[in-house]
């Protein structure tokens, strides 16, 4: 006798996964940041200091700080910052924005200071607030920098003491200008002039906004990854991955049939938790990163495929259906776990001492193993019980099983 409060409780959990689905998964794939393989940008390596030049952890610190201002100076979103072999930092820029320009204002100096005469360094640029912004000359229509200084009445003493006295503004060693103190400035705001347009203004303004780098930066090497080239690596990923996924769905549903069916419904909710687990804690996604949750899926298979096996193994000792699943998957479980955390151990050592792809591949990885815990492992159980319980399917053949009708329990 067909038990319809559990056969309604299976439906009405098949429909809310699917509906949940179809209704937000658009919306949460958009949300998730792309590689620069994916999207295109850039890749750049640079060396922290000069040849045989002692780098502390304190300078190395400061300069992904400044590294940091500065990506987000230039407006470009979900930037990888690494820093490789102690003394070296790999930035990766994804998106679409002036290559050359980028990787010219990440490695400038950007040492401001202010001169006496006698060239004493009265101030510098951390000594300047970083909203410095271009302004045209009221008089001749000159490009300028204005500034403001985080203590007014320094400055105003430094005017006081050199009036009518030339303080020269140095750029990285360069003079850039040499006014004339005219008159005592008490409001803490000046102006640097100098520029030869408004281009170079506004990126000197940009450039002090995001400050000083604590070292100079040499660079190594560069790779650039183009949008179009970005767009087709995805696009030929994803396709892959759709028939892969297709084709471990019809294995299952022909090896397992009605279990089959029930592991594709589990796989579904896998992939979703994913792609919500990675916009939700905004996960850059690579190519490496699509490969490992591919791998992922087939991992989410095996656990499907162990516990079905263990159900075949059950009744063919002659227990009944009911009875075969609950032990099946009971007996399932402790070598689902065993399997996949010893996968996790993997994923989290590619994790910790990893660099890049590595790095990209073992967080997919410790994402597909832990969601696949959820799905492959407690969905899946949760719906292939209701299934069986409601006596909607009596005959084992639909589990895999030799064509014989089983028993109530």
């Known amino acids: 006798m067909i038990k319809w409060g559990r056969l309604t409780t299976f439906f009405v959990l098949v429909v809310l996964i699917f509906g949940i689905i179809f209704s937000t998964s658009k919306m949460l794939y958009s949300r998730i940041p792309l590689g620069l393989d994916l999207q295109g940008g850039i890749d750049v390596l640079y060396q922290i200091g000069g040849p045989g030049q002692k780098v502390t952890s304190s300078d190395i610190t400061a300069t992904v700080a400044a590294l940091s201002n500065r990506i987000n100076v230039l407006g470009v ?49 951390k000594d300047i607030k970083d909203n410095a912004h271009y302004e045209a000359d009221p008089t001749t229509g000159a490009p300028d920098v204005a500034i403001t200084f985080k203590n007014p009445a320094q400055f105003q003493a430094i005017t006081q003491k050199y009036l009518n006295q030339r303080v020269s503004i140095w750029l990285n060693n360069k003079m850039i200008d040499d006014p004339t103190i005219q008159s005592v400035i008490s409001g803490g705001n000046a102006v640097i002039q100098g520029s030869t347009s408004v281009q170079a203004a506004v990126s000197l303004a940009k450039l ?9 930066l040499h660079e ?31 294995f299952m549903i022909f090896m397992y049939r009605v279990p089959g069916i029930v592991a594709v419904f589990a796989l579904c909710g896998y992939i979703y938790l ?53 032990a099946g998957q009971r007996k399932a479980l402790r070598t689902i776990l065993d399997a996949n955390v ?26 597909s193993i832990l969601v696949s815990l959820l799905t492959a492992v407690f969905l899946s159980r949760t719906l292939l019980q209701l299934l069986t319980r409601s006596n909607l399917v009596k005959n084992t053949w639909l589990f895999g099983a030799k064509r014989k009708v089983a028993a109530t329990k």
């Open 77 to 125: 979103s979900e930037p990888l910052i690494q820093v490789e072999n102690g003394n070296r930092v790999r930035v990766d820029l994804a998106g679409k924005f002036n290559q050359l320009q980028a990787r010219q204002f990440l490695s400038q100096e950007a040492n401001l200071e202010f001169r006496s005469p006698s060239g004493q360094v009265l101030m510098t640029g």
């Open 208 to 216: 002090l906004n995001a400050g000083a780098l604590p070292l100079p």
């Open 220 to 250: 190594l090497s560069s790779m650039t990854v183009g949008p179009s080239l970005g767009q087709a690596a995805l696009h030929a990923t994803l396709i892959a991955a759709l028939v892969a996924v297709i084709l471990i769905f019809a």
């Open 274 to 326: 994913v792609v919500a687990v990675f916009a939700g804690l905004q996960v850059t996604l690579t190519l490496t990163g699509l490969a490992a949750l591919v791998l992922g899926i087939g991992m989410a298979v095996d656990a499907n495929i162990i516990t079905y096996e263990r159900i075949k193994d059950e009744l063919r000792n002659g227990k009944s259906l009911q009875s075969s699943v609950v």
């Open 342 to 367: 010893t996968t996790l151990i993997a994923g989290i050592v590619m994790y910790w001492y990893g660099t890049g792809d590595v790095r990209g591949f073992g967080v997919a990885l410790i994402t």
